[in-house]
T-cell receptor, first 111, second 114 residues
Framework: SQQGEEDPQALSIQEGENATMNCSYK?????LQWYRQNSGRGLVHLIL?????REKHSGRLRVTLDTSKKSSSLLITASRAADTASYFC???????????FGKGTKLTVNP | GAGVSQSPRYKVAKRGQDVALRCDPI?????LFWYQQALGQGPEFLTY????????KSGLPSDRFFAERPEGSVSTLKIQRTQQEDSAVYLC????????????FGSGTRLTVV
């Protein structure tokens, strides 16, 4: 079973545009993480936001967390073709070290 | 090594065959995780180790799946009597400790059962 659900399932944009992906989860968490996966490769950790944080930035990435709505968003600004990948949110289900992943958003950035 | 290394990269097994998948985590990483990823899906948790102790194996789909990490470093995921539904990418990840935040994943082993 999967805890998180990303939305949309697929997103296609032009280079230079911003991309926003959303994630909803079901149970209380200690932290929420976002990962990127290029086709046929392993996942790469992008950013972690703790349950007592509301917003976090890393380069062109901005993550928000709303624990009252059990949701998070990932914003990629000024997208590049190299950002084309699948993006997954993952939660720790409060207290457990294991992460539970959603089904992902497939982002395509057209040059 | 610099990253998490998994071998083999690809494995084709005949139905009923046993397979063993290897994971070399980053040196010194305490926690090690195995995930299964079906095509077009997110990774599904299988099991996790802290050093040599298997703390959670709740995600192993059946008793045909077995994982070990005898010396707290290299781990092996074994699947006995493989079936077609076992076809997936098996991902290994490691983390320095509980509070490190973020796993480092290997590139995975793509298992195809024919």
């Amino acid at each position: 079973s999967q805890q998180g659900e990303e939305d949309p399932q697929a997103l296609s944009i032009q280079e230079g545009e911003n991309a926003t992906m959303n994630c909803s989860y079901k149970t209380s968490i200690n932290n929420l993480q976002w990962y990127r996966q290029n086709s046929g490769r392993g996942l790469v950790h992008l950013i972690l936001i703790r349950s007592n944080e509301r917003e976090k930035h890393s380069g062109r990435l901005r993550v928000t967390l709303d624990t009252s709505k059990k949701s998070s968003s990932l914003l990629i600004t000024a997208s590049r073709a190299a950002d084309t990948a699948s993006y997954f949110c993952a939660t720790d289900m409060g207290g457990s070290e294991k992460l539970v992943f959603g089904k992902g958003t497939k982002l395509t950035v057209n040059p | 090594g610099a990253g998490v290394s998994q071998s083999p990269r690809y494995k084709v097994a005949k139905r009923g065959q046993d397979v063993a998948l290897r994971c070399d985590p980053i040196s010194g990483h305490v926690s090690l995780f195995w995930y299964q990823q079906a095509l077009g899906q997110g990774p599904e948790f299988l099991t996790y180790f802290q050093n040599e102790a298997q703390l959670d194996k709740s995600g192993l789909p059946s008793d045909r799946f077995f994982a070990e990490r005898p010396e707290g470093s290299v781990s092996t995921l074994k699947i006995q009597r493989t079936q077609q539904e076992d076809s997936a990418v098996y991902l290994c990840a490691s983390s320095p400790n509980r509070d490190a935040g973020g796993y480092t994943f290997g590139s995975g082993t793509r298992l195809t059962v024919v």
